[in-house]
């Protein structure tokens, strides 16, 4: 089926569910389009005097912006976004879910699921923004220093919290592409997880939306940390949450289904990506820090020799080349890659995010390989510790 046949049966599905009111939301994400500012767009349908319109809700990095239209307008213009401006669409009902994957120069993807929300849409036109991590309820949340008693974020946490909140926007997407087991319990490991935060969030957010049992595994080389966040998920009663002490390169994992791994030093990273393959996770997360290994083999191209002697420009390249070889290496290992800003540079220098959703339809891995070998030898990489892990030779 080619793109157009997806998206106009996705957008068919849209209108049936729109016509008989079972239309819950509509998240647009993977923002392609001109203005880098939009990360995603929101819609639902709401009811002005008397009038069901869809609200559509474009999420900026520092505002949201509010546009409400008739239902048939709205249509062209979604038809004009997906595909266009936005590659990923997720419509939930009352009846089911569809995931609608659009990328320029891909074959589309769409997926159809089980139902999220069985609850009739809400079609209040002053409907409270749903936060992604509640801070009303969420008692770790004070437990970890990030609120106060009265539930509200501590002066000095807002960035933490942003951080929190942003890491779970993120993610819920990815983890619906992914899709979690039916037939057993959904593990999740958070490698070098620090003092927990996502941890809790992650497990905080699986539980809620999804209502059912989860294992997450928090795994920290400090032992003080791994201890003082068991204790929190000790009081607190949060089935399925443990913390233990061990380094990201020596831990076995057993089957699981979500890896994740923010701000790992250098080829811990690595060491990350290939533990989430060799457990056969479906969906796998890194925020990279550090890129020392290819820092020190790095030979520019001819072109670039003069403008890479400058240190700082070095280093970036250094930091391009290498999160773009561990996608390529992804893309070997049987994944479907992408690299994106996780938050604003304002909030944190290491914002840079790769995911990794383990591909179920046939994928020529031998081209990717090639692609990555290439890659690696135009800037003269012999040795990288994720293609060291995954057994792929980078030098003749």
């Known amino acids: 089926m080619t793109q157009h046949s997806f998206k106009t049966q996705f957008l068919e599905r849209l209108q049936a569910a729109v ?35 869809l609200t559509f809700v474009y999420r900026h990095q520092t505002r949201d ?3 409400n239209h008739p239902p048939a ?9 997906i595909g266009n401006e936005f590659a990923d669409a997720f419509l939930s009902t009352t009846t089911g879910t569809a995931h609608l994957n659009v990328r320029k ?36 949340l004070r437990d970890l220093g990030v609120t106060g008693l009265d539930d509200k974020v501590r002066a000095g946490m807002e960035a933490k919290y942003r951080q929190i909140h942003r890491f779970v926007e993120l993610l819920a997407p990815l983890i619906r592409e992914a899709g979690l087991p039916q037939d057993r319990i959904p593990s999740v490991v958070d490698m070098g997880c620090g003092k927990g935060y996502l941890t809790f969030a992650l497990h905080d ?51 699981t289904d979500i890896v994740v791994a923010l701000h790992a030093c250098d080829t811990a990273t690595d060491d990350a990506l290939a533990k989430g393959i060799e457990a056969g996770a479906r969906l796998i997360v890194v925020a990279p820090c550090c890129h020392r290994e290819v820092s020190a083999q790095l030979v520019p191209p001819p072109a670039l020799t003069d403008a890479l002697r400058h240190g700082i420009l070095h280093q970036r390249e250094a930091e391009f080349v290498t999160d773009a070889l561990r996608a390529a290496l992804l893309e070997a290992a049987g994944y479907e890659a992408r690299v994106f800003e996780f938050i604003s540079p304002e909030h944190t220098s290491k914002n840079l995010m790769i995911s990794a959703v ?12 090639r692609r990555a070998v290439a890659l690696a030898a135009f800037y003269g990489i012999r040795n990288q510790r994720l293609a060291h892990l995954l057994r792929i030779p980078l030098a003749a």
Do not use: C
């Not at 139902?115 to 008692?139: F, S």
């Not at 957010?205 to 966040?229: D, F, N, T």
């Open 358 to 369: 383990r591909r179920t339809a046939p994928h020529d891995t031998a081209e990717a390989t």
């Open 205 to 255: 957010h699986l539980r809620r939306v999804y209502e059912r049992p989860v294992r997450v595994l928090g795994i920290e080389q400090r032992a003080e940390l791994a201890e003082a966040s068991n204790k929190v998920a000790t009081d607190r009663d949060l089935d399925g949450l443990q913390f233990m002490t061990g380094v990201i390169g020596s831990t076995v994992l057993q089957t």
């Open 65 to 67: 912006v509010t546009k």
């Open 105 to 140: 120069g891909r074959n589309a993807n769409l997926k159809l699921g089980p139902v999220e929300d069985t609850a009739p849409p809400d079609l209040e036109h002053d409907h409270r923004k749903a936060r992604a991590v509640p801070t009303t309820g969420n008692t770790w």
């Open 73 to 81: 307008d709205a249509y062209p213009l979604l038809d004009e976004l």
């Open 19 to 53: 016509a008989d009111g079972t239309f819950v939301r509509l998240n647009l994400g993977g923002a392609t389009g001109r203005d880098r500012s939009i990360r995603n767009l929101f819609v639902r349908p709401v009811k002005i005097r008397g009038e069901l319109l």
